[in-house]
């Protein structure tokens, strides 16, 4: 089946085509046109004011599966990842049982080379997760292991992160930490400041997450490999990194929604919007942006947390961390390219996270394969509960016209295409 896209304006700096509007031609799986010629073709996508860039890529999506299906599976991860724009997910390894034996991984990766959004699986550093024993980490990257790390919870134990940069040496392996000192925020409802003060939540302080950065890059110092820091949302945390990136393998990643939201959102008491690292101030906000911009945040995740309605229709304190946001990633894309550019933010969630993971870097050239992304950022649309393709609903967005959306994916000869 031929489909062409339309005057869509390409979003690939290593493409020859980079920023050029052009029209692409797509058969059996592969780009065999680029140009301006009205190529004839089964399914012509209209794409005028559209931007097509290599498929998009999540470096720490959570799924339930296996063990906490009802919260998001295989099946609804992969779908709601297509309806965003994604064509490749990392899977954080915090299910039950946790991702810690070589059957976890073989059950992840499963039809793989078929699929339109390919699952990566991040296998656990500690046995359940628990930061007290190292798991069989080169029998896991040898079964297909992306990269290694605790996932929603911070590699607490010193001795433990230490041997584990050193462990993974032998294979150029990646440590995926979140950077949380777990004793500082013990109890902590969101960030710790005038908000919190005046709702009368225990706060979740700067330090926390500041100490343990400092602390994940001494440790790299001393013991090499390399080390990915997850979900960053303070200042100093990208200053610390900055300076570090000049002598040291390390890399960084945030939320998306981190620079554009702030804690004044919680003042209402809504649960979606209680996330870890927590919302913090426009002073982090700006400092986020920045390190977008100069390159110190490598990469751009999605923050994806499912959660049934029992975890969050809840007093605050009681709700758990986390939002779901595949679906609504474009939107925050579209808002983050005007302080940002949208060179800068493409690198982010297409080369970037898959260089990370070793994984191939798709290209928009004729005769490579088809892998993906086309969308419209000035695209409105409902996000209710019919669109919600996530078996959660803990969005804020949600039943809220939004701008920003995901118009088709190509991948391993599959696709997707909006109405």
């Known amino acids: 089946m031929k489909i062409l896209i339309q005057h869509a304006e390409i979003l690939d700096p290593s493409s020859s085509f980079h920023q050029k509007e052009k029209n692409v031609l797509i058969n059996n799986g592969r780009i065999i046109e680029i140009g301006d010629k009205n190529y004839t073709a089964d399914k012509v996508i209209k794409a005028d004011g559209m931007k097509l860039s290599a498929g998009w890529f999540d470096l720490g999506t959570f799924a339930g599966d296996p063990g906490l299906e009802h919260k998001e599976d295989l099946e609804s991860v992969a779908r709601t990842a297509a309806a965003g ?7 954080l390894p915090n299910t039950v049982p946790c991702v810690q034996t070589k059957n976890e991984i073989s059950y992840l990766v499963k039809g793989n080379d078929s699929q339109l959004v390919q699952i990566h699986p991040l296998a656990a550093v500690t046995k359940n997760n628990k930061g007290e024993e190292l798991t069989e980490m080169i029998d896991l990257h040898e079964a297909g292991a992306a990269a290694f790390t605790d996932g929603l919870k911070s590699i607490w134990h010193t001795d433990i992160l230490l041997k584990s940069l050193q462990y993974t040496q032998k294979f150029n392996g990646l440590i995926i930490d979140h950077p949380e000192d777990i004793w500082l925020n013990l109890f902590g409802q969101m960030h710790e400041g005038v908000n919190s003060t005046m709702l009368g939540l225990k706060g979740m302080p700067r330090i926390a997450e500041d100490i343990a950065v400092g602390r994940n890059l001494e440790l790299l110092a001393y013991a090499g490999g390399r080390l990915h820091i997850a979900k960053i949302s303070t200042g100093k945390s990208a200053d610390m990194i900055r300076a570090a990136k000049k002598k040291l393998n390390v890399t960084c990643d945030v939320a998306i929604y981190q620079p554009l939201l702030d804690d004044s959102r919680l003042s209402d008491f809504d649960t979606n919007y209680k996330v870890n690292p927590p919302l913090r101030e426009k002073v982090d906000n700006e400092a986020l942006i920045k390190a977008l911009k100069d390159g110190t945040i490598d990469v751009l995740c999605s923050g994806h947390i499912p959660h049934e309605e029992e975890s969050k229709s809840l007093e605050f304190d009681l709700a758990d961390f986390g939002m779901i946001n595949l679906q609504t990633f474009a939107m925050h894309l579209g808002a983050l390219a005007e302080p940002v550019g949208w060179d800068a933010l493409i690198e982010k969630v297409t080369v970037n996270p898959r260089k990370l993971l070793g994984l191939e870097i798709p290209k928009i050239e ?3 394969k088809a892998n993906l992304t086309l969308f419209d950022p000035e695209r409105t649309w409902l996000f209710d509960e019919k669109a919600n393709l996530s078996r959660s609903k803990n969005s804020p967005w949600l039943n809220q016209q939004i701008k920003g959306k995901a118009i ?12």
Do not use: Y
């Not at 724009?85 to 899977?91: D, E, M, Q, S, V």
């Not at 088709?408 to 109405?419: S, T």
């Open 85 to 91: 724009g994604f064509t490749g997910i990392a899977l």
């Open 366 to 368: 004729v005769e490579e």
């Open 408 to 419: 088709a994916v190509f991948n391993n000869g599959r696709h997707k295409i909006e109405d």
